[in-house]
Every structure is written in C-alpha cells, then in structure tokens.
C-alpha cells in the first residue's frame, strides 16, 4: 500500500500554526466521534507545544467529554516534577479543561523501576484500546516535537527503542540527558491517523534542513512515516528558513 506524502505548512506567525492546529484539532475529533464514538489523542511535552495547549484550553466547543489524552513520551520524574511532562501538559492545557479523570491516561512514575513505568503504560494502552496479542492502537492524532539532534518523542539517535518493534511504549536511558524516559514506540506512532510535527524556532532549522531538502534516514524523526495516516509537518518561518522545497 502506498503512503500518503507528508504535508508541509509553513507560517508566518506561531499564532497561526496555532490556529490551523485548533482547526485540524476540531475537524480530525469531530470526525473520530462521529466514527468511533471517542477521539485520543497523545500530546508530546517540551517547550514547543506550550502555547499551543493554551490555545486549546480557550476554544470553545471542541468535545472533551468524549476526548481521550495520553502523552507520547514522558520524563521519568514524579509528576509533581518540574521537567514532568504530565505536570507541563497539566498546567497548560488540562486543569483549564478539567477533564473527567478516566480520559487522562499519563505514564505512571510512580512505579519502582523505569522498565516497570514503561510496561504499566503499555498495559494501559492494551485495556484502552481493547488490544489482542500482537495489536497496535490506532491514535486519531499525535502531536510529535522535534529537538536539534533529530529525536522525537523520546525516540533518540542510537537508542535501542528506536528498533523496538514488538512493544508500545519502551524504556529510554540516556547518558546526556538528565531524565531517563518513557516513550510510545515507533510501531505506534506509526499506526495513527493523522501524525503533526510542530517545529519552531531557528534553533531547529539546520535539523529541518537534514530531515526534509536532504532526507537524512539517520535521524528519528525520519522514521515517522505513518503506515495509512497522514503525516503533517507544521513549522514557522524561522524553522522553515533554511529548507529549498516548501518556500
Ligand atoms: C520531551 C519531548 C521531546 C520534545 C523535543 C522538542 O519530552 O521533551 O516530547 O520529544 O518534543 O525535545 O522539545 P522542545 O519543544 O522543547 O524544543
């Protein structure tokens, strides 16, 4: 079967990269609901998607009731941590939108070891999405970032949960990062409906460069490719400035 190609926008303003997402947020959950009956959705952490929640938290209408939020990779802290991504993502977006409890689906790092958080989120993804042995969850939406090094998620160059094939999430132990991590897995990103990169900033266009005008397959975010979904690449123009095919 042949992939849909990626789509690549590039704004003038990070308000409206914001605005095309409320957008897309609206259409991609409404359409899940009228199928489905529920939309899920895994939101990454970092210091992009910040005000992206905000925005979110002050639209009205989007249907939270029947919005399901799970995190596509997390810090191993407690959640009460300041580099938690559960507590970022809180703070931003959810204690604005009070959720019902029951469709908040964090990593617990309340677990004794980093490969017991992993297994107990994977669990919980399991009894979500009613899973049989061997089966992936189909999210409607991932909002994925993107650090200079080329990693998403917490999917870094070199780690062995790039090549994880058989898991959901999976344990990440980095030597250069202060937090091991928690991290869906490709097989899962890969299996969503709709996938959004949201890149800002002229930090990340050299990276941009690498991953779209030179196609570097070494980098992690190139393996996000999705299988049947659609693969969106949404940038401002600082991101976008040094790449030749989408001025
Ligand atoms: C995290 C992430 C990670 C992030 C990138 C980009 O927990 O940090 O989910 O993959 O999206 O590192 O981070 P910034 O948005 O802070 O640049």
């Given at each position: 079967?042949k992939?849909?190609?990626a789509e690549y926008?590039v704004?003038?303003?990070?308000e409206s990269?914001w605005?095309?997402?409320g957008?897309?947020?609206?259409?991609?959950?409404?359409?899940?609901?009228?199928e489905?009956?529920?939309?899920?959705?895994?939101?990454?952490?970092g210091?992009t998607p910040?005000?992206l929640?905000q925005?979110?938290a002050?639209?009205?209408?989007?249907p939270?009731?029947k919005?399901h939020?799970?995190?596509?990779?997390?810090?191993f802290v407690?959640?009460t941590?300041?580099d938690?991504n559960?507590?970022?993502?809180r703070?931003t977006?959810l204690?604005?939108i009070s959720p019902?409890s029951?469709?908040?689906?964090p990593v617990s790092?309340?677990?004794p070891s980093l490969?017991?958080?992993a297994?107990?989120?994977?669990?919980?993804?399991?009894a979500?999405f009613?899973?049989q042995?061997?089966?992936l969850?189909?999210?409607?939406m991932?909002?994925?970032?993107?650090g200079?090094?080329g990693h998403t998620?917490?999917?870094?160059?070199?780690t062995k949960?790039?090549?994880?094939?058989?898991?959901?999430?999976?344990p990440v132990m980095?030597?250069t990062?202060l937090?091991?991590?928690i991290?869906l897995?490709l097989?899962v990103?890969?299996?969503?409906?709709?996938?959004?990169?949201?890149v800002?900033g002229?930090?990340?266009?050299e990276v941009?460069?690498?991953?779209?005008d030179?196609?570097?397959?070494?980098?992690?975010?190139?393996?996000v490719r999705?299988e049947?979904?659609?693969l969106?690449f949404?940038m401002d123009?600082?991101?976008?400035s040094?790449l030749?095919?989408?001025?």
């Amino acid at each position: 079967m042949k992939r849909n190609k990626a789509e690549y926008l590039v704004f003038h303003s990070v308000e409206s990269m914001w605005k095309f997402m409320g957008k897309k947020w609206k259409e991609i959950s409404l359409a899940a609901i009228r199928e489905n009956g529920f939309f899920s959705v895994a939101l990454s952490g970092g210091k992009t998607p910040i005000g992206l929640y905000q925005y979110l938290a002050s639209l009205k209408g989007l249907p939270w009731i029947k919005t399901h939020i799970f995190l596509v990779d997390e810090r191993f802290v407690p959640a009460t941590d300041t580099d938690s991504n559960y507590r970022m993502i809180r703070e931003t977006f959810l204690n604005r939108i009070s959720p019902a409890s029951e469709n908040i689906h964090p990593v617990s790092t309340d677990e004794p070891s980093l490969q017991e958080s992993a297994r107990r989120y994977e669990e919980e993804l399991r009894a979500f999405f009613e899973l049989q042995p061997g089966g992936l969850p189909h999210f409607d939406m991932i909002l994925l970032g993107l650090g200079e090094d080329g990693h998403t998620a917490s999917l870094f160059p070199g780690t062995k949960a790039l090549k994880e094939r058989n898991h959901l999430a999976a344990p990440v132990m980095l030597e250069t990062a202060l937090h091991d991590r928690i991290t869906l897995t490709l097989p899962v990103i890969n299996n969503a409906g709709n996938v959004f990169f949201l890149v800002k900033g002229a930090s990340k266009a050299e990276v941009l460069k690498k991953l779209i005008d030179e196609k570097d397959r070494t980098l992690p975010a190139s393996m996000v490719r999705p299988e049947k979904g659609r693969l969106f690449f949404l940038m401002d123009k600082e991101a976008g400035s040094k790449l030749k095919e989408v001025q």
